[in-house]
Nanobody, 124 residues
Framework: VQLQASGGGLVQAGGSLRLSCAASGRTFNGYVMDWFRQAPGKEREFVSGIRWSDYSTYYADSVKGRFTISRDNTKNTVYLQMNSLKPEDTAVYYC??????????????????WGKGTQVTVSS
């Protein structure tokens, strides 16, 4: 299984970026595809997720209303549209996949597969 994240970069506060995560190597029925992020000196945290079967979406409170997760079934790709970016959004962003369970979909321990991170830097 491969998860290939891309789309990071440097942007000014208030700007936008779109991250992509191309998934391959298996079918993901019954899975959730998540984005996590890790800022320097901080623990990796859940950002957003999308359930493969029914497109249900989930967001951390810190990004609700600013970030939108979506999925292109034809490309097996998950996107994270990030708007109104803030300096505190600066982090390495990782995509991950795990079997969907309502009590674990947002946990690092709930993920089975991880992609390499992509750096997002928001300048003030």
């Amino acid at each position: 299984v491969q998860l290939q994240a891309s789309g990071g970069g440097l942007v000014q506060a208030g700007g936008s970026l779109r991250l992509s995560c191309a998934a391959s190597g298996r079918t993901f029925n019954g899975y959730v595809m998540d984005w996590f992020r890790q800022a320097p000196g901080k623990e990796r945290e859940f950002v957003s997720g999308i359930r493969w079967s029914d497109y249900s979406t989930y967001y951390a409170d810190s990004v609700k209303g600013r970030f939108t997760i979506s999925r292109d079934n034809t490309k097996n790709t998950v996107y994270l549209q990030m708007n109104s970016l803030k300096p505190e959004d600066t982090a390495v962003y990782y995509c991950a996949a795990g079997r969907y369970y309502s009590d674990t979909y947002y946990l690092l321990s709930g993920m089975n597969y991880w992609g390499k991170g992509t750096q997002v830097t928001v300048s003030s």
